[in-house]
């Protein structure tokens, strides 16, 4: 059941269909592609980016605004936060807006990342990849799913709720952030300046789910040693002198990791209700052999681990078990292999399901004619440091997620309506309407 003042907002969101669309077709618009390790972003993107939603949000009387640049070197360090000192943020600012209520009610932090991956070969595009072309009810475009159309759906319905006259108790925080698809400097930048609340939502895809999971991860290597030699020569023991193939012997150390992958999947401590046991996943192989009459002496096995929030130790549980799973081998207990991890790894989080942000979550799932379910995702959002960082609950909802980072990525209009009503009923009775 809605309210008179419920009924009236989101019947201007309804009516609001097409300003939506062209809302959401600007922001694609604007290629805020997120820039690899090493390289400087477009700034001209991001800089037109964040100053069109600036002026939105001074149309929209936000009471104070701050614009800025995020200088990583500057941001605090510690284990899981997937900072890299060295990672060039300029051109990339980050901008909050804030809409001060009258008081008495709760806080709440509405996030969204405008970063986006790369279009990928634009030859393999059926509908170019920032045009926002409409076909058959979907609009296509990179980030049309991940996330501007979550951002687009959260603008209108905050335009919704102002022009429908309503005030509300609670402050309201309006946070676009940078580099979400590299490391999620730009909610911990936020987070680190001070911006807080009671609780924050983010209109990540989750398949109109309510995401109140995610796993960690962590990349890293390990190199395995052999001794060289010629192939066309028969080799002593190694004892003596011999050759050692480092290929076959890292086929060992894959057989390990592929055992310690099923130790977690078998493990009761693994089994979470929404999120996939640890997984540790061999990604790419380098080295070997430099001639074909050579026998290799080192072979680099590059991997992923995926980890559920609450992991720890997790560097220390990879090494410790392939090592030990090789100790039948005489040759790998004298040169065991040699790990090194990624210092810019990323800690899981998730939020207690008896959470009021989340409870409400469902409610507003459900009365636009959802199925009310939690759901986890085996990937980070910028939700982890929200969660973990600021200790604020947070909860995302947004359309499907199937099409995300894909080749003609879209997302379907009227769940992308649907949705910009969801925002709008979850800050009303999150925030309390004065």
Known sequence: MYTVTEQKVLGLVENSQEELIRLLQELIAFKTVTPKDGERAAGGEFVGYQNFIRRMLVNLKADQIDLWEVDASALEIFPGCGVSPDRDLSNMPVLVGNFKGSGGGKSLILNGHYDVVPEGNLDHWQHPPFDGQIMDGKLYGRGACDMKGGIAATLIALQSILQAGVKLKGDLLFQSVMDEEISCMGTLACCQRGYTADAAFIPEPTNMQVLVAMRGSIYGKVDVRGRGGHTEMEQPDWKDGGAVNAIEKSIQVLQAMAGL??????????QHPLLSPNTLVPTHITGGGEWEVTIPDLVTIYFGAMFLPGTENIQQEIKQ??????????????????FSFNPTWHYGAEVDTAEPIVQLGLQVVEALGYQPKTC????????????NF???PTISIGPDSQPAHMIDEYVEIQKLIDLSKMIALLVMRWCEIA
């Open 261 to 270: 992958s099923q130790n977690w999947r078998n493990s009761p401590s693994q």
């Open 321 to 338: 078990f392939v090592t030990q799973a090789l100790d039948h081998d005489d040759w790998l207990q004298h040169h065991p292999p040699e």
């Open 376 to 387: 986890g995702f085996g990937s980070l959002t910028d939700a982890i440091h929200l969660i």
């Open 390 to 392: 600021s200790n604020t």
